[in-house]
């Protein structure tokens, strides 16, 4: 049974350009969670898709966009990127009984 | 709104002693989730232990079990015969219940380290 699944694992952006990250859910899993970590902190909760629409969202400009596709899967978008949108960011999908499950991370380095 | 403290840093241990971990929470609500996880060096965040603010018996998984306390705002986690392979930062975590199909957002403390010294 796969996990959660990221890509891509590295990324290396200079300031103004435009990212997208990607996440496959655990099989069986219907909602999918992005959190953002600095370096030394605790992941930041930035948003929340469920049934292909957004559900929360945490405080993040919207430079971030997300997307969910139908077989679950999803995506976050970064535009205008900054210096300090510089992070490693998971991903976490979950069901119904609402244990988060996160994926390796994507690290995001921007120059 | 809610937040977790995570008052310790860091911690070391010698292996195969015992170690606990400190969290406290403030919120309002009344159903909620608890969970500890772990992020070795790697950065992979893995989960290590889950409570139910609902249930009153501390949640145990193998060497790792917690102190819930309702009343205090207080969910510690108690790590017995540490291992080299525990070395890694420690996160607890809350989870408002929703209720519904869709699952609540985590928010984090900002994490202890522990170190496991041979």
């Known amino acids: 049974d796969a996990g959660v699944t990221q890509s891509p694992t590295h990324l290396i952006k200079t300031r103004g350009q435009q990212v997208t990250l990607r996440c496959s859910p655990k099989?069986?899993?219907?909602?999918v969670s992005w959190y953002q970590q600095a370096l030394g902190q605790g992941p930041q909760f930035i948003f929340q898709?469920?049934?292909?629409?957004?559900?929360q969202r945490g405080n993040f400009p919207d430079r971030f966009s997300g997307h969910q596709f139908p077989n679950y899967s999803s995506e976050l978008n970064v535009n205008a990127l900054l210096l300090g949108d510089s992070a490693l960011y998971l991903c976490?999908?979950?069901?119904?009984?609402?244990?988060?499950?996160f994926g390796p991370g994507t690290r995001l380095l921007v120059l | 709104a809610q937040t977790v403290t995570q008052s310790q840093p860091e911690m070391s241990v010698q292996e195969a002693e015992t170690v606990t971990l400190s969290c406290t929470y403030d919120t309002s609500e009344n159903n909620y989730y608890l969970f500890w996880y772990k992020q070795p060096p790697s950065r992979q965040m893995i989960l290590v232990i889950r409570q139910e603010a609902y249930k009153q018996q501390n949640a145990t998984e193998n060497r790792f079990s917690v102190n819930f306390q309702k009343a205090a705002k207080s969910f510690s986690l108690k790590i017995s015969d540490s291992q080299l392979g525990d070395t890694a930062m420690y996160f607890c975590?809350?989870?408002?219940?929703?209720?519904?199909?869709?699952?609540?957002?985590?928010?984090f403390g900002q994490g202890t380290t522990l170190q496991v010294k041979p």
């Open positions: 898709y469920y049934e292909e629409e957004e559900r």
């Open positions: 975590a809350f989870m408002r219940y929703h209720g519904s199909s869709n699952t609540g957002k985590l928010i």
């Open positions: 099989s069986g899993h219907d909602t």
């Open positions: 976490a999908s979950s069901s119904r009984r609402g244990t988060q499950y």
